[in-house]
């Protein structure tokens, strides 16, 4: 294995992980509401559907290459998953000691987010394209990638969710709760937006 091109595979992955995106946001959202333990049943959805994707999406990278209008389809489709994700938490009413929940998202929800994810598909297309043959041809190589980017994708989802835990007890009034609701919301569909324009 060449050291230069682990190092620059970990340049790219860490900050695509940890930066803003649809699964972090959600995280963050999700996490100012329910707090940090209930957001783990989405994280464990999004690190199996990720995973899964990452796996697919080494297998058939040059399908999807040489059909570029699946991968538009998959990028307008998840845009607008990501869009009504981020309306549902902007107009969602903050959560009080003394009344009930509002409704949480579990794995399920973690799960599909992925397949529609435009920035994850971009994601794993760029490290199996890039760095497919880091650690040896075949399938066995892409899925080693696959469990890197886990060991660093998994953490920082959980990062998100309790910086959103730690953003709720900032915002603990029912009007800054709103405030923070909405931001977070507004910050989901800018993500939609980002993933929907051409790049």
């Known amino acids: 294995m060449n050291e230069a091109d682990f190092l620059a595979l970990l340049v790219f992955i860490v900050p695509m992980c940890f930066t803003p995106g649809p699964n972090n946001l959600l995280c963050a959202a999700h996490g100012s509401q329910h707090g940090f333990r209930a957001t ?4 464990l959805g999004m690190l199996v559907g990720w995973s899964s994707l990452g796996v697919a999406v080494g297998v058939g990278t040059v399908f999807i290459e040489e059909n570029q209008e699946i991968f538009q389809a998959l990028t307008w489709v998840g ?4 869009a009504y994700l981020g309306w549902k938490v902007a107009t969602s009413n903050p959560k009080l000691e003394d009344s009930q929940e509002t409704d949480r998202l579990g794995f399920k929800t973690g799960l599909i987010l992925q397949v529609v994810n435009g920035k994850a598909w971009i994601h794993f297309l760029v490290m199996m394209t890039s760095w497919g043959l880091l650690f040896g041809s075949g399938i066995s190589g892409k899925v080693l ?3 890197l980017n886990a060991l660093i994708g998994y953490p920082a989802v959980l990062t998100w969710a309790a910086f959103g835990m730690g953003l709720r007890k900032i915002f603990s009034s029912p009007e800054m709760a709103r405030v923070l609701n909405g931001a977070l919301g507004l910050s989901l569909i800018l993500v939609a937006i980002w993933v929907a324009l051409p790049h």
């Open 40 to 43: 783990i049943p989405m994280t």
């Open 79 to 82: 845009a607008a998953y990501i």
């Open 145 to 147: 990638l696959v469990i």
